[in-house]
């Protein structure tokens, strides 16, 4: 099946600056990656997802990209904020139906105000 | 409110004691799926279903069951529960799993501990 590792597992940056979180897979066929925020003794959110046939993706200060030959895809968050701070899951999906998904191991974001 | 209930959602057990975490959604999705959290380890999906009577395993299905009987409601039965089951637990839906994918709903998950 599908492996999806995730870097780093923590991250503590500065208010303001800028984070970023990679992720890799290992089956060339997936072809749907979204990104989860779970704040704390909370449930995942979606907060931005990229299909195969786009290479980068922009919602407000979150980017996704993606290279498909590389096998890896990142997020970036701009001019983070503490509110940004929770932990963020990558996952890969694929096929017509995305049915499966597989899911990294969470990376905690930490923004220091 | 548009929402996905899980009950209950906190359960102490004993090994080998049968119990069943429900799942319902109100959204009218075809498509509900079942993951267990552990620390380091991400989200690991369990079941999933397609639809009314579609059921596949996800990528770790052993020692769970799921049915699907009716299209808002998605159980996951611990025939026999053991403390390697001890977990956080989510359930979550979305319209459809098709090419036009939708944003997976959470539910607020169970946390379960088998003694």
């Known amino acids: 099946g599908e492996n999806v590792e995730q870097h780093p597992s923590t991250l503590s940056v500065q208010e303001g600056d800028s984070a970023v979180i990679k992720c890799t897979y290992s089956d060339s066929a997936s072809n749907y990656f979204p990104w989860y925020k779970q704040e704390l003794g909370k449930r995942p959110q979606l907060i931005i997802d990229?299909?195969?046939?786009?290479g980068e993706k922009k919602d407000q200060r979150i980017a996704v990209t993606l290279n498909k030959t590389a096998k890896h895809f990142s997020l970036h968050i701009t001019e983070t904020q503490p509110e940004d701070s929770a932990v963020y899951f990558c996952a890969a999906s694929k096929g017509d139906n995305f049915n499966k998904f597989y899911f990294g191991s969470g990376t905690k974001l930490n923004v220091k105000p | 409110e548009a929402q996905v209930t899980q009950n209950p959602r906190y359960l102490i057990t004993v090994t080998g004691k049968k119990l069943t975490v429900t799942c319902s959604q109100n959204?009218?999705?075809?498509?509900m799926s079942w993951y267990r959290q552990d620390p380091g380890l991400g989200l690991r999906q369990i079941y999933y279903?397609?639809?009314?009577?579609?059921?596949d395993k996800g990528d770790v299905p052993e020692g769970y069951k799921v049915s699907r009987k009716e299209k808002r409601n998605f159980p996951l039965i611990l025939e026999s529960p053991s403390p390697n089951q001890t977990s956080l637990y989510f359930c979550?839906?979305?319209?459809?799993?098709?090419?036009?994918?939708?944003?997976?709903?959470f539910g607020p998950g169970t946390r379960l501990t088998v003694l």
């Open positions: 990229i299909r195969s046939n786009v």
């Open positions: 959204m009218n999705h075809e498509y």
């Open positions: 279903s397609m639809n009314v009577e579609v059921t």
């Open positions: 979550a839906s979305s319209l459809t799993s098709g090419s036009l994918t939708d944003t997976q709903y």
